[in-house]
């Protein structure tokens, strides 16, 4: 399957677009320490596009924004700063039955290297703190799955059951691309998935 698929792990909400009539749970430790994460205007369209954050595997001394994704195993060059056409997976933890599922997703994104800055007038921010993005997607090609049809389970590397078959590790994201056999098959089941969904 040569789809350029990515899968990044965010905290669990029902709508993402901000915390007023909302909440946020796990995430990481960001969240649990101060109560939100640059993810949550991640389905808040702005100018026609949707503009999706996450927290970047890195030392936790390194700021996220100032984390990279290594888009090269995207199909990006070493120089490029954005890949494009790269179907994104939103995915979090279930709150009281655990398992991470997909959320949503955004097709034909694009995927950047490093942080950028939200745009001019799009009202991404919280608490003083400039909520940028690593992810663009028109408005037309994304899906916010309503709670109760978040179904989709991504397999957990940590599972005993999973254990040397692949699945997301600890990091928040998953280019599912190690020809293991969850790997394979999530890339499978994910656009079936995306193509047997009807809103």
């Known amino acids: 399957m040569s789809e350029k698929i990515i899968v990044l792990n965010i905290g669990w909400m029902k709508h993402y677009i901000g915390l007023d009539n909302d909440e946020i749970t796990d995430g990481g430790s960001f969240i649990r320490e101060f109560g939100y994460g640059g993810e949550i205007f991640n389905f808040l369209p702005f100018e026609g596009y949707m503009y999706g954050c996450f927290q970047p595997p890195g030392r936790e001394s390194v700021p996220y924004i100032n984390r990279i994704i290594r888009i090269e195993r995207l199909g990006a060059t070493a120089s490029s700063a954005a890949v494009d056409g790269v179907l994104v997976g939103w995915a979090a933890r279930k709150p009281y039955e655990g398992g991470t599922y997909i959320v949503g997703w955004y097709?034909?994104?694009?995927?950047?290297?490093?942080w950028q800055k939200p745009p001019v007038g799009s009202g991404r921010e919280y608490k003083g703190d400039q909520?940028?993005?690593?992810?663009?997607?028109?408005?037309?090609?994304?899906?916010?799955?309503?709670?109760?049809?978040?179904?989709?389970?991504?397999p957990r590397a940590s599972a005993p059951e999973n254990h040397g078959k692949g699945g997301i590790g600890q990091?928040?994201?998953?280019?599912a691309d190690s020809g293991k056999y969850n790997d394979f098959k999530f890339r499978q089941d994910f656009v079936q998935f995306i193509e047997n969904y009807r809103t």
């Open 171 to 175: 990091a928040n994201l998953w280019f």
């Open 107 to 114: 097709k034909n994104a694009t995927v950047f290297r490093q």
């Open 131 to 154: 909520l940028g993005y690593y992810v663009k997607a028109k408005v037309d090609d994304f899906i916010l799955l309503p709670p109760e049809r978040r179904l989709l389970q991504v």
